[in-house]
C-alpha cells in the first residue's frame, strides 16, 4: 500500500532549479528587508523551509546568493535602460524621456530589487554595485550628448561631465521617488526632462561664474 503522505511530498518536492530559485526569490526579499550585513544563511533557510546546507550547496553561502541576486537586478534595470536609448532616429529629448520613465517604472516594479542596488554593497561584491551601474548608464548617455554637442558646435568634451549630472539627478530623484510614489511616475519623468532639457538647450558656450566668491 502506497503511503500518501510520502507520495504528496515527493510530488511537491522541487527541482534543483525550483529551489535555486526560491532561494533567489527569499534571498531577495531579506536583502532588500534587511540589508546584506543583517541577513544570515539562518534566516534564509528558515524563510525557504530548508536547511542550511541546502544553500551552501546552491551558492556556497550568503555572499554567493547575494552576487546572484545583484547582478540580475543589474542586468534587468540596464537592459531596460538600453532599450529606452537604443533608437537611433529618436530626438534626444524623446530619449531621455524614455530613459527616465524606464528608470521610475523599474523602481516601481521592482522595489526589492531597486531597495538592494542602492544599499552599500559587501566588501567582498566589487561588480555589480549601483555606481557601477550608473557609470554604464552614463557612458551611454555621453554619447548621446557628444554627438548632439557637436552638432550645435559645443564642446563635445563636456559630454562626460553633463552626462554625470543627468544620470546624477534620475538616480537620486528615483530614490526619492520610491519612499514617496507621488505624483505619478509619468509626471515626475516628465518634470525632470523638463529640467534638465530647458537647462540643456540654453547652455552657453562657455559658461563661467558670475559672483566670484570675495577672499
Partial sequence: MVDRTTSRRASTRMTGRERREQLVAVGRRLFAEKGFDMTTV??????????KPIVYEHFGGKEGLYAVVVDREVSTLLSDLEDS???PRAHPRVLMERAALAFLSYIDENEDGFRIL?????VSHA???FSSLLTDVARRVEEILAAQLSLHAYPARDAALYAQMLVGM??????WWLESRTPAKEIVAARMVNLSWHGLSA???K?????????
Fill in 42 to 51: 539562518e534566516e534564509i533557510a528558515a524563510r525557504a523551509k530548508v536547511s
Fill in 85 to 87: 536609448l537604443s533608437d
Fill in 118 to 122: 542602492v544599499r552599500d554593497s559587501p
Fill in 127 to 129: 561588480g555589480g554595485t
Fill in 170 to 175: 534620475v538616480a537620486y530623484t528615483g530614490q
Fill in 203 to 205: 547652455l552657453e558656450k
Fill in 207 to 215: 559658461p563661467a561664474l558670475r559672483g566670484a566668491a570675495r577672499r
